[in-house]
């Protein structure tokens, strides 16, 4: 090690508890800012894994056809297509999902409510079973071709319960007015917390009732191996798609992140529609839009990522919170450090008149200081990171049952911590410049102390 | 031959809104391998003199030149660099670095710069110095573990360690009681005729002066007396008349 950075080093020890203060201080900073952003980014996981089960994949294709009569049909005739356009992604696709839905009035004795019914294939969607939270009944019915699994809000609001028979009326896909019989299994939280769980039923059935030709279906929805290819893949299933048939706009590329920058309120308005559009697709609900007449199936591709826009936010406020209490600090710890500095300069002047004197230049003065302010912030640092992986390993053990909105933030009742290197590398950078312009001042006042004046000092 | 050299140096401090003439014009030549001693009361100028010729200070007027190089006309770097290459330094209350044990206090000139010394030898050189000034069995402790005279021992070693043409030593006994500085004198000289290194200390105690083989003494910023004994004589030497004013 180089003389000086020996010394440096050896000084942080010299005043063990004014280091292990500043060191504590920045310790506690690291710790803060690494938690709630590891936490974040776990919650992101966890809410797009949960979300994920529910809607029934990472990437919606959902296709639409205008009949004769000029109504619009929710379905995709033109499978050929989407077959082809999938081969693109293959490597990437862990599952194929095709679910069906459709609005329905649903009816138990003399009360009725509007909701969406999905039709899922309850074979390939275990994670789906898996994920529900049963609150009455149990899936064990599931064995019943018009069994139903109901959201908690809409069977209260029948007055239903598990065990019991409800009535659908629905309209098939050609207009006509269809009634069905559906047995209550379960009844499960509505783990979206805004209605969006749907009502979910047998994807045969359902599609019987819907007059659904054999071999067509409503929408397909992916599952990939790594949800970060997300976006590439969507974009190469669109771009296929858009060369060879009708395609919606997305509302992720063109709108969010659109280049025709809109005056603000027309442009929330227009995010406002999309959201609307997407979840209706989504999630069926008759979102009706006003567009040009158009042949053939006209297709629709959204990811998870698109309704994430609100998760996203929440965790962009969350973290730009920690980011500003992680600056608030270090400009206390910097004022700190300065302090500090001042005194160790006052402390050491016959020291560094010592050092001057037999021939250590100035900026090897200044490089002593600035090296003991390095190694109190990276000591600091490391302590901060070592005590956040404590907390995070052992939050991450215990589980969380009975709270329903939270479980959508967490995985299987255990809040997930994801560190992220870029952040934590970026937050430690920011520390260490931080550190170094604090001890600037005094390093540069210690670097330019005359030797004869130092030397008489009396310290 | 003169390895220090004073040409009517002048230095004045500024002191408030007046000035004080610590040093007021002094000419006089150090020998190579000299054992000189300052002497003056206090307030006489010692230190200013030996911190320019320390060149941790510079004259307000007239010249030092040390080893050759006049001092008034280099920068803080190159003072810095002629300090490292030509002196060592012995300070009245030791200055020891206390994070540093005793080897890596004598050790720590050495790596301020470029050194001719493989590992091998410099670690020789600074336990041959160690051993020297008797500090063989402390080798390892730092500097609050041992006794004002031991630590001046380790200064001297220190002062040695790059084996500087000229070490200067303020006051090195002023700390000391007098048989410690005593001792401590009498090791510089020990290191002197050994390593033929030239010593210039300073004192305000005239029992001390008694081993040097040149003596100054200064009143009020002038020189009132430069003479030469001969090597171990005690009479002065005839061939340098005394200067009086
Ligand atoms: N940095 C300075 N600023 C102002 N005056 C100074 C400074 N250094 C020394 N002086 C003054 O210069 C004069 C000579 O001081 P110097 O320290 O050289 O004396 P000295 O012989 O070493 O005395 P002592 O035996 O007390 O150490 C004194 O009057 C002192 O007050
Ligand atoms: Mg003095």
């Known amino acids: 090690m180089k003389p000086i950075v020996r010394i440096a080093f050896r000084n942080t020890q010299r005043q063990r508890k004014r280091s292990f203060l500043l060191g504590g201080a920045i310790a506690f900073g690291v710790l803060v800012i690494t938690i709630i952003n590891a936490f974040t980014a776990g919650m992101i996981v966890n809410v797009k894994n949960n979300f994920s089960f529910i809607a029934g994949g990472h990437i919606f294709i959902s296709g639409k056809e205008l009949s004769d009569s000029g109504r619009v049909i929710t379905a995709i005739n033109d499978t050929a297509i989407v077959d082809e356009s999938l081969k693109l992604v293959e490597p990437f696709v862990k599952k194929v999902n095709k679910r069906s839905s459709s609005l329905a009035q649903l009816i138990f004795g003399s009360w009725e409510t509007n909701h969406t019914i999905e039709g899922v294939d309850w074979q390939k969607e275990e994670e789906l079973a898996a994920k529900l939270v049963i609150t009455d009944g149990s899936l064990e019915g599931l064995a019943k071709p018009n069994a139903m699994v109901l959201p908690k809000p809409i069977a209260r609001r029948l007055g239903v319960v598990a065990g019991e028979t409800i009535l659908a009326r629905l309209s098939t896909i050609t207009g006509q007015q269809n009634v069905g019989e559906f047995y209550v299994t379960a009844i499960v939280e509505d783990q979206t917390n805004f209605g969006a769980t749907s009502a979910y039923v047998h994807l045969d059935y359902l599609n019987d009732l819907l007059s659904l030709n054999s071999g067509s279906y409503q929408m397909i929805l992916l599952f990939l191996h790594d949800m970060a290819t997300m976006d590439q893949v969507s974009n190469v299933i669109y771009g296929y798609l858009k060369e060879h048939a009708e395609v919606d706009p997305r509302v992720q590329l063109d709108l969010y992140m659109g280049s025709n ?199 | 031959m003169a390895i220090v050299e004073l040409d009517n140096v002048k230095k004045v401090y500024p002191l408030g809104k007046t000035e004080v003439q610590a040093v007021k014009g002094v000419s006089f030549t150090i020998d190579k391998g000299d054992f000189l001693c300052i002497i003056g009361p206090s307030g006489s100028g010692k230190s200013t003199i030996l911190n320019m010729i320390g060149c941790i200070d510079v004259p307000t007027e007239g010249r030092v030149i040390i080893a050759g190089k006049d001092t008034g006309k280099l920068n803080d770097f190159q003072l810095t660099e002629l300090r490292h290459q030509v002196l060592g330094f012995i300070f009245q209350s030791f200055n020891l670095i206390p994070v540093l044990n005793v080897y890596e206090n004598v050790e720590f000139p050495l790596l301020l710069g470029k050194s001719a010394m493989s590992k091998a030898e410099r670690s020789e050189w600074i336990n041959y110095l160690i051993d020297a000034v008797g500090l063989a069995d402390w080798r390892r402790h730092k500097p609050n573990e041992l006794s004002g005279g031991q630590r001046q021992r380790v200064a001297i070693a220190r002062a040695l360690a790059t084996k500087p043409q000229i070490v200067l030593a303020d006051e090195p006994t002023a700390n000391l009681d007098s048989k410690t500085g005593e001792t401590i004198i009498e090791l510089m000289k020990k290191m002197n005729s050994e390593l033929h290194t030239t010593f210039v200390f300073s004192t305000h105690d005239s029992s001390i002066m008694a081993v040097a083989d040149h003596i100054i003494r200064l009143q009020d910023g002038l020189i009132v007396e430069n003479v030469h004994r001969s090597a171990g004589g005690n009479g002065r030497n005839p061939s340098e008349a005394a200067v009086k004013p």
Do not use: C
């Open chain 1, 261 to 459: 920058k809109k005056e603000d309120a027309e442009k929330e308005e227009e995010i406002y529609e999309a959201e609307r559009k997407v979840m209706a697709q989504i999630f069926g609900g008759g979102y009706m839009n006003d567009e040009e007449p158009w042949e053939g199936t006209k297709f629709a591709v959204m990811t998870l990522n698109d309704f994430m826009q609100p998760v996203m936010a929440m965790v962009g406020i969350l973290n730009t919170v920690a980011l500003v209490v992680f600056l608030i600090l270090l400009v206390i710890i910097m004022v700190g450090i300065t302090n500090t500095f001042r005194m160790i300069l006052i402390e050491r002047t016959r020291e560094i008149g010592t050092m001057r004197s037999f021939g250590m230049q100035q900026k090897d003065v200044r490089n002593i200081f600035l090296w003991e302010a390095v190694f109190i912030g990276l000591g600091g640092a490391l302590s901060g990171l070592f005590l956040a992986w404590v907390i995070m390993t052992v939050v991450g053990f215990i589980k969380l049952d009975g709270y329903p909105v939270l479980q959508f933030f967490m995985n299987n009742g255990h809040f997930t911590f994801l560190i992220q290197p870029a952040s934590v590398i970026m937050n430690l950078l920011i520390l260490l410049v931080m550190t170094l312009f604090a001890a600037y001042m005094p390093a540069r006042a210690a670097a330019r102390l005359r030797p004869a004046d130092a030397l008489r000092a009396h310290y």
